[in-house]
């Protein structure tokens, strides 16, 4: 069965570092572009990244720009987010996203991985 499965995520100080990873099974990762998305307490989910197939990149979005960093390993069927200079309103919940749009859609979602910036 399809499976996107955060890891990386917990308590950080704000300025430390943090790299989440999404382990992809059950789908043709190397065909699918890739995002990273978060959704913090009482607000609505955003995109923080996006990559396609081949590793092109998206740009952020101004409140992670220059801070964070998408990328995907398709031997590994493997995506990345290293997110450097954190801050404590990038405390969010992290989603994986998977999507394919080739004649028809399709989506996945991973079960988010926490991230708390506080100190």
């Known amino acids: 069965q399809v499976q996107l499965v955060e890891s990386g995520g917990g308590l950080v100080q704000p300025g430390g570092s943090l790299r989440l990873s999404c382990a992809a099974s059950?789908?043709?990762?190397?065909?699918?572009?890739m995002s990273w998305y978060r959704q913090a307490p009482g607000k609505e989910r955003e995109l923080v990244a996006m990559?396609?197939?081949?590793?092109?990149?998206?740009n952020a979005p101004d409140s992670v720009k220059g801070r964070f960093t998408i990328s995907r390993d398709n031997a590994k069927n493997t995506l990345y987010l290293q997110m450097n200079s954190l801050k404590p309103e990038d405390t969010a919940v992290y989603y994986c996203?998977?999507?394919?749009?080739?004649?028809?859609?399709?989506?996945?979602w991973g079960q988010g991985t926490q991230v708390t910036v506080s100190s």
């Open positions: 059950g789908f043709t990762f190397s065909s699918y572009v």
């Open positions: 996203n998977a999507r394919f749009n080739w004649g028809r859609m399709y989506e996945y």
């Open positions: 990559i396609t197939t081949t590793g092109g990149v998206t």
